[in-house]
């Protein structure tokens, strides 16, 4: 039983190493962390072999007590260190670590001639060990930690050139972003802990159906749950905290690829399957994460058809397919939500390890309309890319359409209104897709550097091989159901069909209208402008900063300078300039005045009652 | 004693007494107070305390007030000028005097006790006798210590009347 | 029929004779004179009650509270030593500002 273990902290013992002790050998600290993961998959592996029961297995939890407060002050409170083996952690422990081994083999590439390499290794291996964490995580609290882990390790990826502006902007926009959901995940957790007495998954789980039988409970588990739903608004960057993950692009494109599109942003989604048992208490709730999980769909494939960056494009697109996952949780479906999120993994990896190459290939070049003519020059990065394109874009035959379909299946099911965003969504999603693969492979080299373009090295097209053979099986039952309990199909329904109808409208009209174009012939700065989220933000915060800090400096200067201190010295200054009168000088005065004190002592004492 | 001669004495006292107060020629003042000092000791004598009424004129109408009456004549004092007193003070003054008297009055009002005749005392008393017998057995650690008292006064006189040496 | 609240009242009016003496007068001399009548107020008092609080000695002889004469001898005594001491330093100060005016006698500020 030292499997999960090994798994878990393999990768932290990699980052401590590279950070204490091999900084200076670059190469070194790569291939700790390297070796590290490689480790981590295998003995991933291996626990598979060992439980090959996917789905049915109720989870053995492994503890490690950590935090004990038992006794104090009658409280019952434990926050272990806990291990969670079912299907739905087994699936994303290959997801993580079999992306996560990928992606450490391209960066040898992609960053070898990088100088803060082992900064970006030991950021790595600190990124698996949270992510397993989020993966293994059996209680609430444990969660939490990782995942503000993540959140940590995904700052210092993102602002890995720390050198330049924009990195470090972009990374403290993610981590706050972050931490603006996590404190509602927080809240969220809290009432759950104060709802059910207990942090632990399973005991949580089966303290629920009472609460649920009582319907004065309703909307204290309504708050709970769109608490909770605020951390994945964070970290899965869902619409009104979408705006950090285009601006995470700002990191290297292995990081883009591991964190930004395949684990990290679907942790969020993970956590929502993983407490899908809280989520279904509340209709109301699952309303709103479905909606919250459309709009961000639409709008986001809205946004991404007007970006000129390939990794912004790619960025958009991670956002877009994230709006399908928390909409399939929303319409009950999370089975079909973790199905989309295992096959998403793989293929939109593959599309930005592909974006990498590109980039890599046209000398760090990554504007999409100074690319052009790459079919030719690098047949490996071509290939896989049109593998991962029409995987996104659902086409019959590879793994995007399985899931996608059957979020959409759900969703035609339950709210018809989601139903036909979902359906925009797919047709605006082939729409750009085909923009960029036109734009990018396809017509004339648009600059000197595109034209000179030759294929990467081995050591980076090799990962995109081996991606892009799961982004084309994932779908299939005979690959999908050893790892995932998929959602049953209901007979035959005319959503596959209407689907890759609209999906094919998308790619011809794309072609269509991009075909053979020197510059983008559509300019809607609606969108191009990201419907001016980052404004409005920065009016915002602007504006609220702004009278905060005038309302502080009003009390400052009046109510506390001037109301309450001066008043004070002023009224010490009265009272003694007032009582300053009674010491004139003259005895006989003073004399006076005794008698009067001796006359007002004699009537108190004798005749006051 | 009979209240009316009481009354006059009482009056007579009261009156030299407030003439000692508001007479402005300072050697007139102090004539008007040996007077009232003399009715005090006629009052002494009606309670009969004879040698405290006796040692009141010897000492204090006869010593004490001859002294003030040197010291004004040794600094040949003239009669103070008339002054004007601000209404406010004269107000103020004669408020507090009227609160005084009648707290006083309500005071005494309020001690049934006082209204009653004096006691009889044993006809024939020897009043110096009793004294002196009290002073020099029960107070004669006072009676010492006033000798000391006066000496040291006496020194103290002396030492501040010394012109400063040249 | 004189009782002991005539005295009292004597007194008392007395000592407020003396004591408005005390504030309104401006040559020092005179303030000193009033100060006696204050004392001697105290005095009134002090016989009257002696006087009316008799005390039966072992002979039966009934005889005023000498206590309190007692306390009116001693008074006197220090009130002599008092005003030799008092004019004393009055003739110092006359010496050092040749005034006996309680206004220019005064060196307290304000």
Known sequence: MQLPWIILFTPLLSAVLIILFTQRWRNLSALISIAAVLVSLAASVELFRTFPDAWNLKSPSLQLPWLDFTGYAGVQFQVPIGITIDGLSKAMLIVVCGIGSLIHIYSWGYMAEDEGKSRYFAGLSLFMFSMLGIVFANNFAMMFIFWELVGVSSYILIGHWYNKPAPPAAANKAFICNRIGDFGFMLGILLVWTATKSIDFTEIQDALPALVKNPAMAPFLTAAVLCIFCGTIGKSAQFPLHVWLPDAMEGPTPVSALIHAATMVAAGVYMLARVYFVVETSAAAMEVIAWIGTITAVLAALMATQQNDIKRVLAYSTLSQLGYMVMAVGVASPHGAMFHLFTHAFFKALLFLGAGAVIYACHHEQDIWRMGGLWKKQPFTVATFAVGTLALMGVYGFSGFFSKDAILIAASESNKAIYYCGLFAAFLTAFYMTRLFVVVFFGKARTEHAAHAHEVPVVMWLPLVLLAIPAFAAGYPWFIEQFLHTPEHHGHSLVPCIASCVGLAGIVIGFLVYRKQEKDPIYIPLLANKFYFDEIYALIVWNTQDLLARISGFVDRWIIDTAIVRCLASGTWGCGFILRFIQYGNLQGYALLLGAGVVALFYFILFFK | ?166 | MVTLNNYLLVSGLLFAIGFAGVLLRRNIIIIFMALELMLNAANLSLVAFARFYTVTDATQKVLPNYNGQMLVFFIIAVAAAEVAVGLAIIVALYRARQTTNVEDLNTLKF
């Open chain 2, 1 to 166: 004693m009979p209240l009316y001669l009481f009354w006059i004495f009482a009056a007579l006292m009261l009156v030299f007494g407030a003439a000692a107060v508001l007479n402005r020629n300072p050697v007139a003042s102090a004539l008007s107070l040996v007077v009232s000092l003399l009715n005090l000791a006629v009052l002494f004598f009606s309670l009969d305390a004879y040698f405290i009424g006796v040692i009141q004129i010897l000492v204090y109408a006869g010593a004490v007030m001859v002294l003030f009456l040197f010291i004004i004549m040794l600094l040949d004092l003239k009669a103070e000028q008339r002054r004007r007193i601000s209404l406010p003070v004269v107000l103020g003054g004669a408020a507090i005097l009227a609160a005084f008297v009648a707290q006083l009055v309500t005071v005494l009002h309020r001690f049934p006790a006082g209204d009653k005749p004096f006691p009889a005392l044993t006809p024939g008393l020897n009043d110096a006798h009793n004294i002196g017998m009290m002073l020099f057995s029960n107070y004669n650690l006072p009676f010492q210590v006033i000798g000391v008292l006066i000496l040291v006064a006496s020194i103290g006189v002396v030492v501040l009347s010394k012109r400063e040496l040249n």
